[in-house]
Nanobody
Framework: QVQVMESGGGLVQPGGSLRLSCVAS???????MGWYRQAPGKQSELVAS???????DYTDSVKARFTISRDNAKKTVYLQMNSLKPDDTAVYYC?????????WGQGTQVTVSS
């Protein structure tokens, strides 16, 4: 069983920044990792992903604002979020894609509001 845990959410004003962190247990360096979000009344969407070889991908709405990165020594993936907008308000989830399947964290709330 792979344990996944997010942290770093909170309340921020429009234009502000937050950094989310996600720790995953096990053979972290072999995992592809992804950040998803779900806003009230909306479907979940993939925000950003990073492969084990550090290839990254982003949904169009966050390109040039969000950066995903990983630190294999710390078994952690990060999501740096800049220039935040109210539309970024959602619960953000981290997913570890492993050989044994996908494992999710419990989510962390991000609220962008003045």
């Amino acid at each position: 069983q792979v344990q996944v845990m997010e942290s770093g959410g909170g309340l921020v004003q429009p234009g502000g920044s937050l950094r989310l962190s996600c720790v995953a247990s096990g053979f972290f360096s072999s995992y592809a990792m992804g950040w998803y979000r779900q806003a009230p009344g909306k479907q979940s969407e993939l925000v950003a992903s990073i492969t084990k070889t550090e290839t990254t991908d982003y949904t169009d709405s966050v390109k040039a604002r969000f950066t995903i990165s990983r630190d294999n020594a710390k078994k952690t993936v990060y999501l740096q979020m800049n220039s935040l907008k109210p539309d970024d308000t959602a619960v953000y989830y981290c997913k570890a894609n492993t050989r044994r399947g996908d494992y999710w964290g419990q989510g962390t709330q991000v609220t962008v509001s003045s």
